[in-house]
């Protein structure tokens, strides 16, 4: 293990993948989180492992990303997905009118498809609207929105980083303009802690800005909410898409014995002020019942909101013109040294986004030292807590 | 919107004693506990803790009680609960601060049950989803949230007890091992602090939030254990390793018997079930003093008679026969649920027993009103 001592700010599935990144390249690792670890966007995600086919047209560089990381998450988290595809269903000539462009992007992108008629369709899933015109599955698949990083974190922590929920980071500390370190609040035992480090990333998700300014620099993340529905009864095994291009409601993830019907799309200006619009609920049971009609009457367990942290413009409307690729932000091009950021992104795409984040910091630190995260297995959830 | 009081378990690392603070939130319609916790720690207190993730009863992480009940609270809507609202962190897991627990006791046990960590789209084998598929019941569901532990009156008292959780994990195991031992399992559960050591109070399966029925699959492991197969011989897993100190210091022993708040009938028939018991042992000791005084001759004897009519000894009798008939007839199901029998209606069969109870009892009391009056 290298003297090197990296602290990351943020436990989503960013910080959880970059610990066990930075951790298998034998740097020194402390992770800080405010709440409990995947609090923030990434518990409350949609649960879907993407096949990249929802960003096949609008956003090739996404789909690619999520296609490669789908491959090796199967490979290096087996277990932590149901292995149960996905569909892209017509169901107005509008969407079929939508099919030849949807299967170009697919095969230009890598994604690999199969062309279902609508008896086909409706065999393997019965509960579809009987109107659909055919359907295209895709390797789309359920995961865990929380346990899939915690298999990070908790190999990350078996390999000896340390991981501190429940801290949160209210300041940076300096040497003249390089950051060396932070400090913050210790809300386990209610006092002020402090750390050292030789570099400092902040995977703060929506809050980044947040991070950002105490650098006073600026890294253009825009927190853009959006609604999720999830109702009682499992009213598909695989994952059903609209096939059109990205719009509201138009997902419908089974999650154990719940439908989880998403999403909407907005912008805000602070990730912890997110309400649940009544007529977001609305629209999220109408698109489903497009797809499957006998969602209109399933009755509701919970409605919730979350925040995608986007890189973009902050004049963005809805957030749907953001690309869904992330970034990776070496603040001393702004004169800061030792202090990295990394927004955006999807939570299927997290292990990339470290990699590409930790081959940054270890040239930082003048280290050689290899990504190693598309081989090394990871250990179970549960291993969190042991 | 209304306005409710939040009084608030805080605690903190160092602290010499836990306190509650109150804190004034409006709530509309559908605000959830948690996002009324969350908004305090926003607007009012930042060093408020709390664990959660999903935002809907999927990661099992929000788990405390709210008004004594163990609940998720990103699915307990506040509206419901009145304008004073007490939230507190799970028992029977130790603290570690305001509303979060340590769940490295929970997850030390529940892994030796050994379940494959699989997720699959598959039913489960043997179960018979209704139209729809609504009704999957998959072990998967269950959620990790630790409910069922806080909840349980065995759990409190027993530091080895393995608990709803972990032995529903194995029965699991049983039923589709996916590549594990069933044997395995059940040779794991079959010991003084497995299925055997539960007490039917069905607390677990009243509060888990996602049907796991812990308490039927505790039911049905002692069902395969006394009707199986004897299993070959084979090297008995340790028996579980003693929770690390802090959990034992966490459990709320015999405190837990007697707070009412949240419980449900099983919990009741599991305390009274005790507390006959012991009285019944108290009774015992009692009628073997009076029957010394058969050697003090007639006249020790006709005195005692002439107070055992009096109404007061009358009453006392009913409360006898009240204990003698409860702990028989909640022996019967006690019985009969830890062979498997009834363990899905152990509610019904209770409620039955109550009734027998009851006409026993007034048959009783009259019969011994006829006797002292007739003679
Ligand atoms: C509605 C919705 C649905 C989605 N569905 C999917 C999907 O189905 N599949 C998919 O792959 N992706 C999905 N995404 C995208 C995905 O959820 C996010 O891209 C991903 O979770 C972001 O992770 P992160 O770690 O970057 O951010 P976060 O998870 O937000 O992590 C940042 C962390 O930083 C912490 N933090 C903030 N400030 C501080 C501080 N001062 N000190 C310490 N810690 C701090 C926060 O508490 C938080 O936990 C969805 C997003 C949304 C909004
Ligand atoms: S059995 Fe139910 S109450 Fe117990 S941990 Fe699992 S989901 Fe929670
Ligand atoms: S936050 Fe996940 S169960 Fe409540």
Known sequence: MSAYHVVIIGGGATGAALAHDLTLRGVQVTLVERGEVTSGTTGRHHGLLHSGARYAVKDPESARECIQENTILRRIAPGSFELNDGLFVAITDEDLAYYDDFMEGCAATGIPTRTLSREEALRLEPNLNPDLKLAVQVPDGTMDAMRLPLRFLATAKHNGARILPFHRVTGLRFHGRTVVGVQGRDLVRNRDFTLDADLVVNAAGPWAEQIARMADVDVPVVPSPGVLVAVYGRWTNMVINRLHRAGDGDIVVPQRTLSVIGTSSWVVDDPDHLDVPEEHIRLMYEKGAEMIPALAHAPMRAAWAAARPLVGSRQAQSGRELSRTFKVFDHAEEGVEGFVTIVGGKATTARAMAEVTADLVVRKLGLDAPCRTREVVLLPHTAYYA | ?375
């Open chain 2, 1 to 375: 919107m209304s306005t409710v009081t939040l009084r608030v378990f805080r605690f903190k690392q160092g602290d010499a004693a836990p306190h509650y603070d109150t804190f004034t939130v409006t709530a509309g319609p559908r605000t959830t506990v948690l996002e009324a916790l969350q908004a305090v720690r926003r607007d009012q207190d930042p060093s408020l803790i709390l664990r959660h993730s999903c935002h809907h009863a999927s990661c099992g992480t929000c788990g405390m009680r709210v008004n004594g009940h163990e609940v998720l609270a990103c699915v307990t809507p506040l509206a419901d609960l009145g304008p004073v609202v007490t939230v507190e962190p799970l028992q029977n897991a130790p603290l570690v601060a305001d509303l979060v627990v340590d769940m490295h006791p929970f997850y030390a046990t529940f892994t030796q049950a050994g379940m494959p960590l699989v997720r699959t789209s598959d039913n489960l084998a043997g179960s018979h989803p209704a139209p729809g598929i609504e009704t999957l019941t998959r072990f998967e569901n269950c959620l990790e949230c630790g409910l069922c532990l806080s909840a349980c009156p065995v759990v409190a008292t027993d530091p080895l007890y393995l608990g709803p959780a972990a032995m529903a994990a194995a029965w699991r195991v049983v039923q589709e091992p996916r590549g594990a031992d069933p044997a395995q399992a059940l040779a794991w559960v079959d010991q003084e602090h497995g299925c055997w050591r539960c007490h039917l109070a069905f607390e677990c399966s009243t509060v888990c939030p996602n049907d796991v029925q812990p308490g039927q699959a505790i039911a049905a492991l002692r069902q395969r254990l006394v009707q199986g197969e004897p299993a070959p011989p084979r090297p008995r897993p340790a028996a579980a390793e003693p929770a690390p100190s802090p959990a034992r210091a966490a459990r709320r022993g015999l405190r837990a018997w007697f707070d009412p708040r949240g419980r449900d009938v099983g919990y009741w028939a599991f305390v009274l079930h005790r507390v006959t018991g012991l009285a019944l042992v108290f009774y015992l000791v009692l009628h073997l003093w009076v029957l010394r005084l058969l050697a003090r001759g007639p006249q020790a004897w006709d005195d005692f008679i002439a107070l055992a009519r009096s109404p007061l000894f009358l009453a006392l009798d009913g409360v006898l026969l009240f204990g003698i008939l409860f702990h028989g007839l909640n022996g019967l199901r006690v019985a009969l649920v830890g062979l498997g029998r009834g363990a899905a209606r152990h509610k019904a069969l209770f409620w039955a027993l109550m009734a027998v109870l009851v006409v026993a009892l007034l048959v009783g009391v009259a019969a011994l009103v006829a006797v002292v009056h007739g003679a």
